[in-house]
């Protein structure tokens, strides 16, 4: 079932290693796409670095003022994953071994493998439900409206399909794409502004291509909007409009994003 | 020259595409990678969308609290490129025609096409000076610590060469990995915290890899610090620690990242 206003989500990406530039960053735009197909506007993300005052001043800025808050990175065994210490520090409780989440682990590991620093990933704050990890069994755990995940793109992958089933949808946004070839964005930006002010419960998005020199240049033209038949009726009009104007539209294309 | 204290720095990411999850974002990583060169410590990222309010509040927020500010998107000719007149708003001036914009683009362009659109581009905060865009001419701007560029990665990437003399460089950030095969983080994570512990002036990261299923699982162990000497030295006695535990070391490897 879906509400008419749409939920509001921010993501957290926590960890030295995207900001020093030694890891490229795929998990913001994975969880877009997940929020996406369920609807859910994802308004804004930061990234910062394993220090615990600033995950904390990140946390509690983005989960009052979102929906949801997801976060990545900083739960392993390591004394540098401290992110289940900011979150409980965000959230005023202490951070204890979960009983269910030892049970797991010990099962992984077997009793006499299972050591300190193996414990350490059974550490939730208190109040915290798991978020199961299929990958290496080492949980995730939700809190209020937070969702703390890995930072391994696969395990936060496979966490985002125990967190699914938590979320409240909201209606999808449709997407479709005009791309068009051969023709720059100050070309169309007349016809594209008029498209847009005609229909302002619409976004219409300008991506140029082409600039990396291989292939031609071009823009995608992107109309995204909740109401499947608005959306249509505006690809129409405006692909109608840029004909007008002389020029050939490639291939057009739906989807979510 | 460099100074003892290194310049701190944020990035702020601007546009829909990023948090609908049509596009990847790499502009972040080439950024990061741009500053650890000069020594300048990257802190924070966010990424907003194309909403006004949203840019002027973050953008106010990071700048008053690091050295520089780098921005990527929305400086284009179409409706929804808002990145400068967000700045402005968040200067607190006005936004208009920069005569030496308008120069290079009128160049570009022939004064027959250059466009309402095109103009647009030349449109700059008051008191900014241009970034050179080497690619396609429309410029980029510095207003005060604030430097705004384009989203598009090959002409970012060609206005950061424009931007590095603007900067006051640090000393450069010296990394070390020791990478660890067949072995899992919370094998060495006490010898790790120990090591750590021992070097409070160091950083000392544990980023798993293998959780793909191509190739063998492990861990790389990142050193890192401004003093050569002391990474090295860290580096050193790590290494030995772990062949004491028998942990076979591969290849270690310096970086800046």
Redesign the interface.
Known sequence: MTETVAPTAAVLIIG???????????N??????F??ALGID?????????RQG?IVD?LNALRRTHDYVFTTGGI??????ITADAVGAAFGVPVAEHPEALAVLERRYGPGEF????R??ARIPQGGSLIANP??DAPGFQIGNVFVMAG?P??MEAMLQDVAPRLRAGAV?H?RTIRVEGVG???I??V??AA??ARPDL??????FG???DGPIGTQL?I?GRGAAEVDAAEHDLSRELRYLGINLAVTSS?Q?
């Open positions: 030295d290693e995207i900001l020093s530039g030694r890891t490229q960053d795929v913001l735009n994975a969880i877009a796409r929020l996406g994802l308004l804004e993300a930061r990234t910062v670095g394993d600033q990140a392993g065994p390591t004394h540098d994953d050591n300190a620093a193996r350490r990933m990958v290496t391994v696969r395990i946004v997407a964005e100050s070309a930006a007349d594209l502004r847009a002010e976004s219409f998005g300008s991506y140029p600039f990396g020199g992107v995204r989807s994003v």
